[in-house]
Nanobody, 120 residues
Framework: QVQLVESGGGLVQAGGSLRLSCAAS????????MGWYRQAPEKKRELVAT???????TYTDSVKGRFTISRDNAKNTVYLQMNSLKPEDTGVYYC??????????????WGQGTLVTVSS
């Protein structure tokens, strides 16, 4: 119905940058809210950043000033620019899109996850 493909994870040294991408395809009428979550080893999944359809953004305190979420509505894609990365940013990052399908039904879509590893 709706598929998400994530890319951009990898290994980076502390202080470095990465940009994650998440592209949606399928039976999409409109993408509403978009967000990024992460899960560190042996920890619960946490919300990192969100962006509403209108462009309002939220960030968890630990990434404010370092991460930027953005979206390309024409491509149904959400991005997460991560700068000044720290070892504690290590984890699997998941994108989440709240989609209105072509059947005008809401659908909560999740990406497959991409691993970000920040070495000290």
């Amino acid at each position: 119905q709706v598929q998400l493909v994530e890319s951009g994870g990898g290994l980076v040294q502390a202080g470095g940058s990465l940009r994650l991408s998440c592209a949606a395809s399928g039976s999409i009428f409109r993408v509403n809210d978009m967000g990024w979550y992460r899960q560190a080893p042996e920890k619960k999944r946490e919300l990192v950043a969100t962006m509403s359809m209108g462009g309002t953004t939220t960030y968890t305190d630990s990434v404010k000033g370092r991460f930027t979420i953005s979206r390309d509505n024409a491509k149904n894609t959400v991005y997460l620019q991560m700068n000044s990365l720290k070892p504690e940013d290590t984890g699997v990052y998941y994108c989440n899109l709240v989609v209105l399908t072509t059947e005008l039904s809401p659908f909560d879509a999740w990406g497959q996850g991409t691993l970000v590893t920040v070495s000290s």
